[in-house]
């Protein structure tokens, strides 16, 4: 079991371009976090997804920021432009979903850098 | 609004000192209490959670609710528990962790 997969690992890009990040969680978890950490701090929740359904997306700047996940499995994370202040580490996690204390597994993230 | 407070940032003992990593948080209700653990090079994963009321690696951690905490201890600390350990919290059906800053332990030899 690979567990949660994230690419890319690493992204460089300029300010006011687009990214993506995309997450494979483990299979047959239905929930999916996106999680954001900045150098010193805990990660924060960006948004949740049961199946394909965004259920808690109130964290998630909405301006710039955007996420799918078509057929409640992979997803994908998009800012478009990308600010300076994006600066940050991109977590992804998943769980069963049965119960709120059910563990969330974490994928390796993905460090984006703007320029 | 629900908060964790991890209040060093750096703990830094030597090999088989007992070990104490603070954790205090704010919620008004019964909130469900975390110990999330990330080694050098690993991905974030949990050590421990309160409900289980378990022993992970030698650690364990009450929940203490007059005094709003779940400090984590280990009473004699390896090299390889050298991590940044985060506290987090959720609470009644909501499935949003609320992470505390981190503390990063150093055992040295």
């Known amino acids: 079991e690979a567990g949660v997969v994230q690419s890319p690992r690493y992204k460089i890009i300029e300010k006011k371009q687009p990214v993506a990040f995309w997450c494979n969680p483990i299979?047959?978890?239905?929930?999916l976090y996106w999680y954001l950490q900045n150098l010193g701090q805990g990660p924060e929740l960006l948004i949740r997804?049961?199946?394909?359904?965004?259920?808690?997306d109130s964290q998630l700047p909405k301006d710039r920021f955007s996420a799918e996940r078509l057929k409640g499995v992979d997803s994908t994370l998009k800012i478009q432009p990308a600010e300076l202040g994006d600066s940050a580490v991109y977590l992804c996690?998943?769980?069963?979903?049965?119960?709120?204390?059910?563990?969330?597994?974490f994928g390796p993230g993905t460090r984006l850098t703007v320029l | 609004a629900q908060r964790v407070t991890q209040p060093e940032k750096l703990l830094s003992v030597f090999k088989g000192a007992p070990v104490e990593l603070k954790c205090n948080y704010s919620?008004?209700?019964?909130?469900?209490l975390f110990w999330y653990v990330q080694y050098s090079r690993q991905r974030l994963q949990l050590l421990l959670r309160?409900?289980s009321r378990e022993s992970i690696k030698g650690f364990t951690a009450d929940l203490n609710k007059g005094e709003t905490s779940f400090h984590l201890k280990k009473p004699f600390a390896q090299e390889e528990d050298s991590a940044m350990y985060y506290c987090?919290?959720?609470?009644?059906?909501?499935?949003?962790?609320?992470f505390g800053k981190g503390t990063l332990l150093t055992v040295n030899p």
């Open positions: 996690a998943s769980s069963s979903g049965l119960r709120n204390t059910d563990t969330q597994y």
């Open positions: 987090a919290l959720s609470w009644g059906s909501n499935y949003k962790l609320t």
């Open positions: 997804y049961e199946n394909e359904e965004a259920v808690d």
């Open positions: 299979s047959g978890h239905n929930t």
């Open positions: 919620y008004s209700g019964s909130p469900e």
């Open positions: 309160h409900i």
